[in-house]
């Protein structure tokens, strides 16, 4: 390390700054570095592209696995050190954050696009040249991009289920592939049950939960409308029909002074009665919130074994919920008010669900609140998922997420474009056309930006175990006689036979996802290339710091 | 590999961080599922052996798939995979734990060979789903079904729980245990739900395994700690009434935070009284509701034993939750945690009371109750570990039955099943263009396993065997039954021989294990960050020379970065199998 301080840093900023800083300038210290960490961190992700795309297993640093193809999971798990690289990071977590799919596109997309300016550097282009290339081709593609919509038909109507669907089933079969047939049409059933009857189609993202129970096939999965508790009631009595709901955030006991009090007792007939007026407060207040109608109690605390005794004689369910989170969606599902004081609820405050029963799923006891089918009450949805591995299971909930996300942005604008590298092939044609009509140095930039572009129809054929090179060529020359919307057919994989592609190609990507990505990516890229100096102060934390030199190497 | 100079490498990821890619990292990754694999596969079958671990200071003799699996304590993330599957096809099927991490392995290992010659996974995972669906759909095929009020309908839960049993340390006493599990189960009536809350199954140890007995629809526990006056206690009853409670009956202080401050040393007499008069309020109150059975989940002291023995009532105190529970269901009685405002609605009643002596043991039997959604059984042995053994057979058994009952279809055992799905495959596999075809016929030759393990642990030579019964299903019309005799080492029809398990538990191994074995060919990469508690496994990392590695028992965690090593050394198994105990925890083995 000391060695290559005296190598790079200039004597003039050093003195300038606190010991133990580094300092990298110029093309190949800083630029060049940069371009290969994102390079490296695009050759990691992008095996998992597309639904041929690899798994990655991943042991964080507090010991849980995970296993995955989702782009955003990895990079974030991954933990990764180099300032540049974590640009690519933070882009992919903008992308799952806007749009949940196309992660991978982003991280991908942007390593192409970066490893592409090493050819540009070695025939002498000025970074301000790559960069003013890069920008004017990625105004080019949006505006491309956005003609390829008229290819397909969109999304017209969100309520459709077969509408939506269409929508849903690339993104869950991009993750899980052989699963979307099954996943599609549950994420699809649960979005439209929490949908508004008025207004325009939309979904929360946050209002459709998976409740994860190990055990059993995929195909054992299915929707609840409402909520589904992963614990059993406190009850002997385990179903109740058309209940009214009584939601406390605070335990259900005797209520005890913050400060240290004691109670004096001056002669025998206090003590015989202090025990019984403790029991007879208790009774009061269980049987207001009984009279009141209530017949399910839920609680956010404890509930003591008086109230219990209680409740239990007054034919009531009662359920404990430990998470504040769970208690509020449970909230939302049943349209209760959480309360924070012991006592009846006014009417107002009460929710209603129309089943709750306590149902055993894989040997452990489940609470289940389930509106009745288009009711429209439920604000909430529920997929229970099952599957024989925990880390299929957690797979399987983030590609429930990203289908969720995706119906959300196919409700806002469902416009479509041809999926399965049919539009990457198109776009990267155009771009390349584009490219011969411009007259600056920036013209080899964007002929580069053009090839990049190939990288999806390139990965997803080497994924799927297709010759990438004849795959790639049957498809330029498909682009170039006019099909469109020709894409790369994963079916194909394993019968010699196949040429690899489909001239009319059923995948289909949401618009938005795909713009957003492109977007993304580019300004990844942009700004990884502007930086031409990366300047580190010395890491605090002493003896580790020996080690911890990320750029130095081992 | 750097075209710009001397620069060295760029390090991306988070010091101490171990990663492996390639074809390299899976199989060594298939390799470490094998060596778990080779740890429980002896105990399939009647003929199979039983393990002992020993963990800390208690010793576990068993031959449960799922407990050997859960007792390993397996560090390698991919092999945590079957441990996964395992404890599934406990939860879901209860049996079958043993099968289902056999096969999730015999498929990876039918696959390796695939994986060294560069076959991409995606392909073999496509064909693995595919087979695995047509071999659920073939035993949905094959199941023969039952009516629920045929005759024919408890003969078959007979012979699945004696088959459940079959492979179990209390085998030769299934005679004894078969019918007393599907007594148990079809005392439920149907709500089958809570089947671990409902039936209890108690361990007395001592006495003879045949011994063991079942209360059918009724509760037993044994004696509760007793108080004097116990003796005095009447202690059987015809038609009692039961109350059951949360009440502490004894003298004592209400309340911490209470405290008495008297003025008058007269009035002290009073206070004492007033003490006295709470507990025999109490017991008053218990008495007065026309109970003739007082059970506490807290202590019955001294007082209300002797009070309750005055009066003709029996009493017993600090009570088990779950037996509580189980009297509550059973008698229709509801726990009471004040003795005010008792009613008669809250009591529960059975035709009759006893306390019985059962070898050298004393026990509360509550039989004829009107609810009746509960049994107990209770079971007999020499030793600690025999009688954990067998409650843990008598549980798989259990669920057996359960998933009987409410599938009401079976398929014959023996490894039949899997002959004939096998041949099935095979068949369905001509028809397949491409590479699917020899991964469908490679899929089909994992699922041999099963009968194959089952000679192979029974003595005989399985290829002998194993030729006669593919040629058998497949000449046969009538031979899709033909599975593995054990006795003779000769194929025999086990459907014929009673050898039946439920199609659930068939089909639900058949998925568990396909999908298992996708999840570990899914992995491109494996990433291993260091610890955050744990800085010593970064720098161990760091500063161990390559070699010294396997003797640390903390660098377990990296088990993956091992095999890499080890594939790198030279040949892509070195050693694997060998000292598969590294995969685990420093234990056993050493």
Same mark, same amino acid.
């Given at each position: 390390m000391a060695q290559s301080m005296a190598y790079n840093a200039s004597a003039g900023l050093s003195g300038m700054l606190k010991k133990g800083h580094q300092s990298f300038s110029g093309l190949t210290d800083a630029t060049l570095r940069n371009v290969e960490a994102c390079r490296e961190i695009s050759t990691v992700t992008r095996t998992s592209l597309g639904p041929n795309g690899m798994n990655k297993l991943v042991v964080n640093h507090l010991g849980r696995i995970i296993v995955t193809s989702d782009c955003c999971a990895i990079v974030k798990e991954l933990e990764i050190e180099h300032p540049a690289a974590k640009m690519l990071q933070m882009a992919a977590e903008a992308q799952d954050f806007e749009c949940g799919d196309g992660t991978n596109l982003v991280v991908s997309f942007a390593g192409e696009l970066l490893s592409q300016t090493e050819d540009l550097f070695r025939m002498g282009l000025h970074p301000a040249d790559v960069v003013s290339g890069y920008s004017s081709a990625g105004e080019k593609l949006l505006e491309f991009l956005e003609e390829m919509t008229s290819e397909v038909e969109g999304v017209a109507d969100g309520r459709m289920k077969e509408q939506l669907e269409r929508a849903i089933r690339p993104v869950l079969a991009a993750k899980q592939l052989g699963s979307e047939d099954v996943l599609a049409p549950l994420v699809a059933e649960a979005c439209l049950g929490t949908?508004?009857?008025?207004?325009k189609a939309a979904v929360n993202v946050e209002s459709v939960r998976v409740a994860k129970i190990l055990g059993g096939n995929i195909h054992q999965s299915h929707v609840v409308h409402g909520f589904v508790a992963l614990r059993g009631v406190e009850m002997t009595l385990t179903s109740c029909e058309n209940a009214k709901i009584a939601v406390f955030s605070c335990g259900i006991e005797a209520s005890a002074t913050e400060a240290k009090g004691t109670v004096l007792m001056k002669n025998a007939e206090d003590l015989k009665s202090y025990n019984k007026s403790e029991e007879k407060k208790m009774e009061e207040v269980i049987k207001s919130i009984a009279d009141s109608g209530v017949k399910v109690i839920v609680s956010g605390g404890s509930v003591s074994e008086m109230a219990l005794h209680f409740i239990e004689r007054y034919g009531m369910l009662c359920l404990k919920i430990g998470s504040k989170w769970e208690l509020r969606r449970l909230c939302v599902a049943t349209g209760s008010t959480a309360l924070v004081r012991m006592g009846a609820p006014t009417p107002d405050e009460m929710g209603w669900c129309d089943d709750v029963k306590q149902i055993e799923v894989g040997g452990k006891p489940v609470t289940v609140f389930n509106q009745k089918d288009d009711s429209g009450k439920s604000k909430l949805s529920t997929i229970v998922l099952r599957a024989s591995t925990s880390s299929v299971l957690a797979d399987l909930e983030r590609a429930i997420d990203d289908g969720v996300h995706a119906a959300n942005t196919a409700c806002k604008d469902g416009r479509l474009v041809p999926g399965a590298g049919a539009t990457e092939m198109e776009l990267s044609l155009k771009i390349i056309a584009f490219a011969d009509t411009c007259p600056g140095l920036d013209q080899y930039a964007i002929r580069a930006f053009g090839k990049a572009l190939e990288v999806v129809p390139r990965t997803l054929a080497e994924n799927a175990g297709l010759d990438q090179g004849s795959v790639l060529a049957a498809l330029g020359a498909a682009h170039a006689s006019g099909k469109k919307s020709a894409g790369i057919d994963i079916d194909a994989m394993g019968v010699a036979t196949a040429t690899g592609i489909k001239d009319e190609t059923n995948v289909l990507d949401l618009y938005a996802t795909k713009s957003t990505a492109f977007r993304l990516a580019i300004d990844a890229a942009l700004t990884v290339l502007r930086v031409d100096q990366i300047i580190m102060s010395k890491q605090a934390g002493g003896g580790r710091n020996a080690a911890m030199d990320p750029m130095a190497g081992m | 590999m750097n075209p710009y100079g001397m620069r060295p490498g760029i390090i991306l990821l988070r010091e101490g961080t171990d990663t492996s890619q390639g074809k390299a990292q899976l199989i060594s990754n298939i390799n470490a599922c094998q060596a778990i694999s080779d740890a429980i596969r002896t105990t399939l079958g009647p003929r199979g052996m039983d393990k002992l671990i020993s963990s800390g200071r208690s010793v576990t003799i068993s031959n449960d798939g799922a407990t050997i699996m859960k007792l390993l304590e397996i560090e390698h993330p991919a092999a945590k995979t079957l441990v996964d599957i395992s404890m599934s096809q406990d939860a879901e099927v209860g049996d079958g734990t043993t099968t289902v991490v056999l096969l999730a392995v015999e498929i990876l290992k039918q696959m390796k060979p695939f994986v060294e010659e560069g076959v991409h996974p995606q392909i073999l995972m496509r064909s693995i789903r595919d087979a695995s669906m047509l071999a659920v759909k073939k035993v949905e095929e094959l199941k023969v079904t039952f009516d629920k009020d045929s005759d024919q309908f408890k003969d078959m839960l007979l012979k699945t729980a004696s088959t459940a049993l079959n492979s179990k340390l209390i085998s030769s006493h299934q005679d004894l245990f078969a019918p007393m599990i599907v007594d148990a189960v079809s005392s439920l009536d149907g709500s089958l739900e809570d089947l671990r809350g409902m039936i209890a199954i108690k361990k007395i140890p001592g006495g003879d395994v045949r011994q063991s007995f079942l209360v059918k629809g009724g509760v037993a526990f044994k004696k509760t700690f007793s108080y004097a006056g116990f003796e005095q206690m009447t202690k059987s009853f015809k038609n009692p009434k039961i109350l059951l409670l949360n009440v502490e009956l004894e003298l004592k202080n209400e309340k911490d935070n209470a405290e008495v401050r008297i003025e008058n040393p007269e009035e002290y007499q009073s206070i004492v009284e007033a003490e006295w008069q709470v507990i025999y309020d109490k017991l008053d109150a218990c008495v007065d509701c026309g109970a003739n059975i007082v059970l506490s989940k807290l202590p019955i002291g001294d007082l209300a034993t002797q009070y309750f023995a005055d009066r003709g009532l029996f009493c017993a105190g600090r009570v088990e939750e779950g037996d509580m529970r189980r009297v509550a269901k059973a008698t229709g009685a509801a726990v009471q945690t004040s003795t005010n405002g008792i009613y008669e609605g809250v009591l529960g009643t059975c035709a009759e009371f006893e306390e019985k002596r059962m070898g050298d043991e004393t026990f509360n039997v509550f039989t004829g109750c009107p609810c009746s959604q509960t049994s107990t059984m209770v079971l007999r042995g020499g030793t600690e570990q025999f009688i954990a053994e067998s409650e843990r057979s008598v549980h798989d058994s259990l669920m057996v039955v359960k998933r009987s009952l409410m599938s009401r279809s079976v398929v014959a055992g023996g490894g039949a099943v899997e002959m004939e799905v096998a041949r099935h495959l095979r068949e369905h596999a001509l028809t397949i263009e491409g590479k699917g075809q020899l991964i469908v016929n490679a899929f089909a030759k994992a699922l041999e396993i099963v009968p194959r393990q089952l000679c192979e642990n029974a003595g005989f030579d399985p290829n002998d065997i194993l030729s006669a019964l593919r040629r058998k299903h497949a000449q046969d019309e009538d031979g899709k039954w033909f599975g593995v005799d054990i006795e003779n080492g000769d194929m025999m029809d086990t459907f014929e021989a009673g050898v039946w398990e439920p199609s659930d538990n068939k089909s639900n191994s058949f998925a568990s294990a396909a999908e298992a074995a996708n999840v570990i060919l899914s992995i491109d990469e494996t990433v291993i960050n260091p610890r955050s508690q744990d800085p010593g496994a970064a720098t161990g990392m760091m500063g161990a020379p390559q070699g010294g590695m396997?003797?640390?028992?903390? !660098?377990?965690?990296m088990g993956g970065a091992m095999d890499a090593v080890n594939a790198a050394k030279g040949? !892509?198994? !070195?050693g694997n199998l060998g000292n598969g105990v590294s995969y685990l925890k420093g234990r056993g083995g050493g």
């Amino acid at each position: 390390m000391a060695q290559s301080m005296a190598y790079n840093a200039s004597a003039g900023l050093s003195g300038m700054l606190k010991k133990g800083h580094q300092s990298f300038s110029g093309l190949t210290d800083a630029t060049l570095r940069n371009v290969e960490a994102c390079r490296e961190i695009s050759t990691v992700t992008r095996t998992s592209l597309g639904p041929n795309g690899m798994n990655k297993l991943v042991v964080n640093h507090l010991g849980r696995i995970i296993v995955t193809s989702d782009c955003c999971a990895i990079v974030k798990e991954l933990e990764i050190e180099h300032p540049a690289a974590k640009m690519l990071q933070m882009a992919a977590e903008a992308q799952d954050f806007e749009c949940g799919d196309g992660t991978n596109l982003v991280v991908s997309f942007a390593g192409e696009l970066l490893s592409q300016t090493e050819d540009l550097f070695r025939m002498g282009l000025h970074p301000a040249d790559v960069v003013s290339g890069y920008s004017s081709a990625g105004e080019k593609l949006l505006e491309f991009l956005e003609e390829m919509t008229s290819e397909v038909e969109g999304v017209a109507d969100g309520r459709m289920k077969e509408q939506l669907e269409r929508a849903i089933r690339p993104v869950l079969a991009a993750k899980q592939l052989g699963s979307e047939d099954v996943l599609a049409p549950l994420v699809a059933e649960a979005c439209l049950g929490t949908m508004s009857s008025g207004g325009k189609a939309a979904v929360n993202v946050e209002s459709v939960r998976v409740a994860k129970i190990l055990g059993g096939n995929i195909h054992q999965s299915h929707v609840v409308h409402g909520f589904v508790a992963l614990r059993g009631v406190e009850m002997t009595l385990t179903s109740c029909e058309n209940a009214k709901i009584a939601v406390f955030s605070c335990g259900i006991e005797a209520s005890a002074t913050e400060a240290k009090g004691t109670v004096l007792m001056k002669n025998a007939e206090d003590l015989k009665s202090y025990n019984k007026s403790e029991e007879k407060k208790m009774e009061e207040v269980i049987k207001s919130i009984a009279d009141s109608g209530v017949k399910v109690i839920v609680s956010g605390g404890s509930v003591s074994e008086m109230a219990l005794h209680f409740i239990e004689r007054y034919g009531m369910l009662c359920l404990k919920i430990g998470s504040k989170w769970e208690l509020r969606r449970l909230c939302v599902a049943t349209g209760s008010t959480a309360l924070v004081r012991m006592g009846a609820p006014t009417p107002d405050e009460m929710g209603w669900c129309d089943d709750v029963k306590q149902i055993e799923v894989g040997g452990k006891p489940v609470t289940v609140f389930n509106q009745k089918d288009d009711s429209g009450k439920s604000k909430l949805s529920t997929i229970v998922l099952r599957a024989s591995t925990s880390s299929v299971l957690a797979d399987l909930e983030r590609a429930i997420d990203d289908g969720v996300h995706a119906a959300n942005t196919a409700c806002k604008d469902g416009r479509l474009v041809p999926g399965a590298g049919a539009t990457e092939m198109e776009l990267s044609l155009k771009i390349i056309a584009f490219a011969d009509t411009c007259p600056g140095l920036d013209q080899y930039a964007i002929r580069a930006f053009g090839k990049a572009l190939e990288v999806v129809p390139r990965t997803l054929a080497e994924n799927a175990g297709l010759d990438q090179g004849s795959v790639l060529a049957a498809l330029g020359a498909a682009h170039a006689s006019g099909k469109k919307s020709a894409g790369i057919d994963i079916d194909a994989m394993g019968v010699a036979t196949a040429t690899g592609i489909k001239d009319e190609t059923n995948v289909l990507d949401l618009y938005a996802t795909k713009s957003t990505a492109f977007r993304l990516a580019i300004d990844a890229a942009l700004t990884v290339l502007r930086v031409d100096q990366i300047i580190m102060s010395k890491q605090a934390g002493g003896g580790r710091n020996a080690a911890m030199d990320p750029m130095a190497g081992m | 590999m750097n075209p710009y100079g001397m620069r060295p490498g760029i390090i991306l990821l988070r010091e101490g961080t171990d990663t492996s890619q390639g074809k390299a990292q899976l199989i060594s990754n298939i390799n470490a599922c094998q060596a778990i694999s080779d740890a429980i596969r002896t105990t399939l079958g009647p003929r199979g052996m039983d393990k002992l671990i020993s963990s800390g200071r208690s010793v576990t003799i068993s031959n449960d798939g799922a407990t050997i699996m859960k007792l390993l304590e397996i560090e390698h993330p991919a092999a945590k995979t079957l441990v996964d599957i395992s404890m599934s096809q406990d939860a879901e099927v209860g049996d079958g734990t043993t099968t289902v991490v056999l096969l999730a392995v015999e498929i990876l290992k039918q696959m390796k060979p695939f994986v060294e010659e560069g076959v991409h996974p995606q392909i073999l995972m496509r064909s693995i789903r595919d087979a695995s669906m047509l071999a659920v759909k073939k035993v949905e095929e094959l199941k023969v079904t039952f009516d629920k009020d045929s005759d024919q309908f408890k003969d078959m839960l007979l012979k699945t729980a004696s088959t459940a049993l079959n492979s179990k340390l209390i085998s030769s006493h299934q005679d004894l245990f078969a019918p007393m599990i599907v007594d148990a189960v079809s005392s439920l009536d149907g709500s089958l739900e809570d089947l671990r809350g409902m039936i209890a199954i108690k361990k007395i140890p001592g006495g003879d395994v045949r011994q063991s007995f079942l209360v059918k629809g009724g509760v037993a526990f044994k004696k509760t700690f007793s108080y004097a006056g116990f003796e005095q206690m009447t202690k059987s009853f015809k038609n009692p009434k039961i109350l059951l409670l949360n009440v502490e009956l004894e003298l004592k202080n209400e309340k911490d935070n209470a405290e008495v401050r008297i003025e008058n040393p007269e009035e002290y007499q009073s206070i004492v009284e007033a003490e006295w008069q709470v507990i025999y309020d109490k017991l008053d109150a218990c008495v007065d509701c026309g109970a003739n059975i007082v059970l506490s989940k807290l202590p019955i002291g001294d007082l209300a034993t002797q009070y309750f023995a005055d009066r003709g009532l029996f009493c017993a105190g600090r009570v088990e939750e779950g037996d509580m529970r189980r009297v509550a269901k059973a008698t229709g009685a509801a726990v009471q945690t004040s003795t005010n405002g008792i009613y008669e609605g809250v009591l529960g009643t059975c035709a009759e009371f006893e306390e019985k002596r059962m070898g050298d043991e004393t026990f509360n039997v509550f039989t004829g109750c009107p609810c009746s959604q509960t049994s107990t059984m209770v079971l007999r042995g020499g030793t600690e570990q025999f009688i954990a053994e067998s409650e843990r057979s008598v549980h798989d058994s259990l669920m057996v039955v359960k998933r009987s009952l409410m599938s009401r279809s079976v398929v014959a055992g023996g490894g039949a099943v899997e002959m004939e799905v096998a041949r099935h495959l095979r068949e369905h596999a001509l028809t397949i263009e491409g590479k699917g075809q020899l991964i469908v016929n490679a899929f089909a030759k994992a699922l041999e396993i099963v009968p194959r393990q089952l000679c192979e642990n029974a003595g005989f030579d399985p290829n002998d065997i194993l030729s006669a019964l593919r040629r058998k299903h497949a000449q046969d019309e009538d031979g899709k039954w033909f599975g593995v005799d054990i006795e003779n080492g000769d194929m025999m029809d086990t459907f014929e021989a009673g050898v039946w398990e439920p199609s659930d538990n068939k089909s639900n191994s058949f998925a568990s294990a396909a999908e298992a074995a996708n999840v570990i060919l899914s992995i491109d990469e494996t990433v291993i960050n260091p610890r955050s508690q744990d800085p010593g496994a970064a720098t161990g990392m760091m500063g161990a020379p390559q070699g010294g590695m396997g003797q640390k028992p903390l !660098s377990n965690m990296m088990g993956g970065a091992m095999d890499a090593v080890n594939a790198a050394k030279g040949g !892509s198994r !070195s050693g694997n199998l060998g000292n598969g105990v590294s995969y685990l925890k420093g234990r056993g083995g050493g």
